[in-house]
């Protein structure tokens, strides 16, 4: 029980509480993996459960709610450039619902986006509203 810090093998490092040699309370976890990403918030039994922050290298942002590790519950994903999503989330996945928004800088045009398949879709916005599902929810939510 208590506060500490390890560095693992991978050059990964938790500064924060533990219990019974588990990530338990509050804490840092800095994760220099294949996407690398700063956490600050909440563990539960070794896991991140709670409230909590990822900040990732390229800029974007989570802040919200997790379970076992993944986005659920409340929160807001907020690109670099400043875009962002707020709403439920399950499993790393937005929910679309009526209380969900999101904010796009472009105020007027269409957008043509091109999934990794090569598949195109296009997104239609006047005065930074989406004449259909918001372009943000759709990229994240699918």
């Known amino acids: 029980h208590g506060k500490g810090t390890i560095k693992y093998p991978n050059g990964d490092t938790y500064e924060g509480d533990w219990v019974d040699d588990q990530k338990h309370g509050k804490g840092i976890l800095t994760s220099n993996g294949s996407i690398p990403f700063k956490y600050e918030g909440d563990f539960k039994d070794n896991e991140i459960t709670g409230f909590g922050k990822h900040t990732f290298n390229n800029g974007d942002s989570y802040e919200g709610e997790y379970l076992n590790g ?59 509203v989406f004449q259909q599902k918001s372009f943000l929810s759709w990229l994240l939510c699918g």
């Open 70 to 128: 993944l986005f659920h519950g409340k929160g807001k994903y907020t690109f670099q450039n400043g875009e962002s999503f707020e709403g439920n989330w399950e499993n790393n996945k937005c929910q679309e619902s009526p209380d969900s928004t999101s904010s796009f800088n472009e105020k007027h045009g269409e957008i043509i986006y091109v999934d990794a398949e090569g598949n195109k879709s296009k997104h239609v916005f006047k005065n930074g």
